[in-house]
């Protein structure tokens, strides 16, 4: 399967802490994305990694990308109540389809 | 939600009876997707669109169908619903023709099959 696997499952820091999630996947990628989704709410995308990409930085998001180990990471850095969310990576490989990971619970508490 | 509505946003319904969900999306996108998520599951893709008239399968397409019959609808049809499908089901828009692209979410439509 292409899908995703985000690791930990969930996870609880502190506001002002950082917080890493991993996504490891199994087959060639072209791009890797990451997408937040509050609770109740649609899916929103926060960054895409090129396959011949290794490191892409949006605000306190950094995301790095390890084809030779098929994983990637997302860092927030100086987390806030407000990133509390659901994280899921999401795979492209050659078509116009994204398969999803089953994602990363974030709590950030104040 | 990047122009993207989902009609109902809740529905209870019975086993066996139809359903139709309906995705309307202002941006003109070329690309629309149906994705169910369930606990432990993720999002799973059940059908797609590559343009009007254009449809294909996703992961998880067994019970449903769709259509578009217009750029700025999908519609997504449980021919009898099962209690199976019960779930969360979330539309999504992509400009299309770019193999960088990223997928604008509706807010999603809870139902319910009792």
């Known amino acids: 399967s292409q899908q995703g696997e985000e690791d930990p499952q969930a996870l609880s820091i502190q506001e002002g802490e950082n917080a890493t999630m991993n996504c490891s996947y199994k087959?060639?990628?072209?791009?890797l994305q990451w997408y937040r989704q509050n609770s109740g709410r649609g899916l929103v995308h926060l960054i895409l990694?090129?396959?011949?990409?290794r490191e892409k930085h949006s605000g306190r998001l950094r995301v790095t990308l390890d084809t030779s180990k098929k994983s990637s990471s997302l860092l927030i850095t100086a987390s806030r109540a407000a990133d509390t969310a659901s994280y899921f990576c999401?795979?492209?490989?050659?078509?116009?389809?994204?398969?999803f990971g089953k994602g990363t619970k974030l709590t950030v508490n104040p | 939600d990047a122009g993207i509505t989902q009609s109902p946003r809740h529905k209870v319904t019975e086993t066996g009876t139809p359903v139709t969900l309906r995705c309307h999306q202002t941006?003109?996108?070329?690309?629309m997707y149906w994705y169910r998520q369930d606990p432990g599951h993720g999002l799973r893709l059940i059908h797609y669109?590559?343009?009007?008239?254009?449809?294909d399968k996703g992961e998880v397409s067994d019970g449903y169908s769709v259509s578009r019959s217009k750029t700025e609808d999908f519609l997504l049809t449980l021919e009898s619903a099962t209690s199976s499908q019960t779930s969360v089901y979330f539309c999504?828009?992509?400009?299309?023709?770019?193999?960088?692209?990223?997928?604008?979410f509706g807010p999603g439509t809870r139902l319910t099959v009792l």
């Open positions: 990694i090129r396959s011949n990409e």
């Open positions: 999504a828009a992509a400009k299309g023709g770019d193999m960088e692209d990223t997928q604008y």
């Open positions: 087959t060639s990628i072209n791009n």
């Open positions: 941006e003109n996108h070329r690309y």
């Open positions: 669109s590559y343009g009007v008239k254009d449809t």
């Open positions: 999401a795979i492209q490989g050659g078509s116009e389809k994204l398969v």
